[in-house]
């Protein structure tokens, strides 16, 4: 269920299969780092040995983009569906043959509060037992590792903005007793319900990035630049490949 591209190992399997081998993983109280890669991500990568050096070591790498698994289907990847962050986060958090203790490290305090409120509605199979907001300093991290392992959590959900999910998660993996460790962007702010997602069939069309776009316009001028990160991902796909 794993398949390299742009010298990656990414998942290719389904929610089920990654649920399964989350599980297993939490059975066996056996560390896993998971990372939800984008195409501005990977791009990022090629411009940065140190990221790139990060990325690779997720022991599973989630193909958490619609232009990621369009660009591998020319290449005749198996990359069946496109995998999220946030729907992992959804179907975890609504699994109902078991639960799960999490922690929530991310965005402002006050949609976390927001967040934690709304994960006994919409994520019922999630006991949340801490978080903590995304805007801390370097004197704080030491609290937040020592709250985060007193917690007592099985999951660590860190939504905290690429590169500094990434590098925390990274820098932490021998510090912090939580098992499952994922990267989930900006999926607490909807969690609390100050971002909506696109409807199913916006989703289906992999027009998700354009419902976002429409309720945050600032981010336009990243996702000009995404044409020009899925060419030179190609090119080094084409060279590189095997």
């Known amino acids: 269920?794993?398949?390299?591209?742009?010298?990656?190992?990414?998942?290719?399997?389904?929610?089920d299969n990654l649920i399964k081998k989350i599980d297993g993983f939490l059975s066996k109280k056996k560390s896993c780092l998971i990372f939800?890669?984008?195409?501005?991500?990977?791009?990022?990568?090629?411009?940065?040995?140190?990221?790139?050096?990060?990325?690779?070591?997720?022991?599973?790498?989630?193909?958490?983009?619609?232009t990621l698994v369009k660009l591998a289907k020319l290449f005749s990847k198996d990359f069946s569906n496109r995998i999220t962050g946030i729907d992992t986060m959804y179907k975890l958090g609504n699994n109902e043959h078991k639960k799960y203790k999490v922690y929530y490290l991310g965005t402002k305090e006050s949609i976390m509060e927001k967040a934690v409120l709304n994960t006994v509605k919409v994520l019922p199979s999630f006991e949340v037992v801490g978080s903590h907001h995304g805007y801390y300093s370097e004197e704080e991290q030491r609290d937040i590792i020592g709250h985060i392992n007193k917690s007592g959590a099985d999951i660590l959900?860190?939504?905290?903005?690429?590169p500094k999910q990434e590098i925390f998660i990274h820098k932490t993996k021998e510090q912090i007793n939580v098992p499952i460790r994922i990267t989930v962007g900006g999926s607490f702010d909807v969690i609390a319900g100050v971002l909506k997602r696109a409807p199913r069939w916006m989703q289906k069309l992999g027009l998700e990035w354009l419902?976002?776009?429409?309720?945050?316009?600032?981010?336009?001028?990243?996702?000009?630049?995404?044409?020009?990160?899925?060419?030179?991902?190609?090119?080094?796909?084409?060279?590189?490949?095997?």
């Open 157 to 162: 959900f860190v939504g905290t903005g690429f």
């Open 36 to 66: 939800t890669p984008t195409t501005e991500i990977l791009f990022a990568t090629y411009k940065d040995a140190y990221l790139r050096d990060i990325i690779s070591g997720a022991d599973i790498l989630l193909p958490d983009s619609i």
């Open 211 to 242: 419902f976002r776009l429409l309720q945050e316009p600032i981010r336009i001028k990243r996702m000009s630049h995404i044409p020009f990160e899925l060419l030179q991902l190609y090119f080094y796909e084409k060279r590189n490949g095997k």
């Open 1 to 15: 269920m794993h398949n390299n591209f742009l010298g990656f190992s990414f998942f290719t399997g389904n929610y």
